[in-house]
């Protein structure tokens, strides 16, 4: 656990070790997630709690993830640095951030307009030029801009994502929570070039739930 007088760069040093003791140990990805502030995307109030490897809560009621999942689905996509990302749950954007350092395109859905403003504002701050939003149900994808070469789902679908497999390409990778439960299932599906997927399971995670329809609020 890091100390309160530690240095960020001192912080951010343990938590990448953290995540290369939990098997993250992608040098690129790692690279990505220390280049990425956290701070800058977690809540006043979770400050100094940000290079802690825990999800934090966010508006709106939903959460920024564990830096340790972050890790582990973005190694898990397997991502070229050519590569057009769709994320479907833009939330915080920290998530995104950190996709944003590894591939040419980003696209990302959320379905809550505050969210989506408060990203796009960090994005501009941190000079990240390569990620498109769109407030939407992202569990229709985003026909206009598929096919995808990666797609990552950060919220839990409760079965299958069938609309979000089928924007992806034929050799495309796709990782989701899924499950209906508190507590989902994390899994790879990597396209075999022939219309079919390989699924792998990647363990227990604990995701808020993908939702129908965009969120309204006051
Ligand atoms: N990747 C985020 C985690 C956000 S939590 C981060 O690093 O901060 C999941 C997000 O998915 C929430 O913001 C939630 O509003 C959003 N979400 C849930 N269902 C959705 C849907 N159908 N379309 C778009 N976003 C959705």
Known sequence: MSEPQDTPRERMA????????????DPRVLEAIEKTPR???????????????????????????????VGLMTQALTIEPRARVLEIGTGSGYQTA???????????VERYRTLMKEAEERFRTLGLINV????????????EQAPFDR?????AA???????????????VLVAPIGKGPVQSLRRYAGD??????VELLGDVRFVPLLDGVAREL
Request: a positive charge; one cysteine or more; glycine letters at 10%.
């Open 158 to 172: 409760p079965e299958e994502p069938k609309a979000l497999l089928a924007q992806l390409k034929p050799n495309g």
């Open 193 to 198: 070039g022939q219309g079919g997927f390989k």
């Open 39 to 69: 701070e800058l995307f977690t809540p006043d109030l979770f400050k100094e709690r940000a290079f802690e490897d825990s999800a934090l809560p966010i508006a709106c009621g939903q959460t920024i993830s564990q830096p340790f999942i």
């Open 132 to 143: 498109i939003t769109r407030f939407g149900d992202g569990g229709e994808g985003w026909a």
């Open 14 to 25: 343990r938590l990448i070790l953290a995540l290369r003791s939990q098997g993250v140990t």
């Open 151 to 155: 797609i990552m789902v950060t919220a």
């Open 98 to 108: 950190v996709l944003s350092r590894l591939s040419r395109l980003v696209y990302t």
